[in-house]
């Protein structure tokens, strides 16, 4: 199976950043991640990305629901405006799963999926293996 190119977190909680760190390297996954502690930082990466003439958009973004700078879901809605047409997956990341986020996350097109955190190493490989045959399905 192929490794992901690049992998975006987006976080405000350093040890689940560090957690997650240790956790896609040892799923053997992806040849590179990026790791972020703020949605702002996140967001001006992404603005940059749209400016450069061939840039590297991530395979995949997993992202916090609750940050206090700026929720997930505010984030979605700026990423959305940046009018990105290489669209990575988007997975939304939680500690406790509301029914009013399963609900928001389930009409938003851009979600790929809603998952519990932290990830585990099962996790990511079963996610890896869903979006590879979701690409060859294409």
Do not use: C
Not at 11 to 19: A, M, Y
Not at 103 to 113: C, F, G, L
């Amino acid at each position: 199976m192929e490794k992901f190119q690049l992998l975006v977190f987006i976080d405000d909680d350093k040890p689940t950043n560090v957690f997650h760190q240790i956790i896609t390297k040892k799923a053997d996954i992806t040849h590179e991640s990026i790791f972020f502690t703020s949605p702002v930082e996140a967001l001006q990466y992404f603005i940059d990305l749209t400016e450069k003439t061939e840039p590297r958009f991530p395979d995949a973004i997993f992202l916090d629901i609750n940050m206090p700078e700026m929720t997930g879901w505010e984030f979605l809605d700026k990423f959305k405006e940046l009018g990105i047409t290489s669209s990575p997956v988007i997975i939304m990341l939680t500690t406790s799963f509301l029914t009013k986020d399963l609900k928001k996350a389930e009409e938003m097109a851009i979600v790929h999926k809603l998952i519990n955190k932290p990830l585990t190493k099962e996790a990511l490989h079963g996610l890896h293996k869903e979006l590879e045959a979701a690409k060859e399905n294409k």
